[in-house]
């Protein structure tokens, strides 16, 4: 069994910054992709950002290119979210994943594990 815990979330005020982490533990597991998800209230879960290992390479989503970057460290099945310029809009519980396959990086159904969630909440 894999399990993926995330930490960072908190209170922050529009404007500021939050470091989500997630680290992956349990039977060995390599994996290909982590991402992160988010789910505001009443809506669906939607991607926001992955890292294919193989290479580095990083994707976001368009409603946070240049306020939020994706890292980790593939050897420890790490995964961080640096938040910065925090809007109102990216309240949501945010949703580590991780998977083993090559086929796609930003639909939910490409991800087998997932965490428990944190909660993002940004006031303003």
């Known amino acids: 069994q894999v399990q993926l815990v995330e930490s960072g979330g908190g209170l922050v005020q529009a404007g500021g910054s939050l470091r989500l982490s997630c680290a992956a533990s349990?039977?060995?597991?390599?994996?290909?992709?982590m991402g992160w998800f988010r789910q505001a209230p009443g809506k669906e879960r939607e991607f926001v950002a992955a890292?294919?290992?193989?290479?580095?390479?990083?994707y976001y989503a368009d409603s946070v290119k240049g306020r939020f970057t994706i890292s980790g460290e593939n050897a420890k099945n790490t995964v961080y979210l640096q938040m910065n310029s925090l809007k109102p809009e990216d309240t949501a519980v945010y949703y580590c994943?991780?998977?083993?396959?090559?086929?796609?990086?930003?639909?939910?159904?490409?991800?087998?594990?997932w965490g428990q969630g944190t909660q993002v909440t940004v006031s303003s």
């Open positions: 890292i294919r290992w193989s290479g580095g390479t990083t």
């Open positions: 994943a991780a998977d083993a396959s090559r086929v796609g990086v930003m639909a939910l159904s490409m991800y087998n594990y």
């Open positions: 349990g039977r060995t597991f390599s994996s290909y992709k």
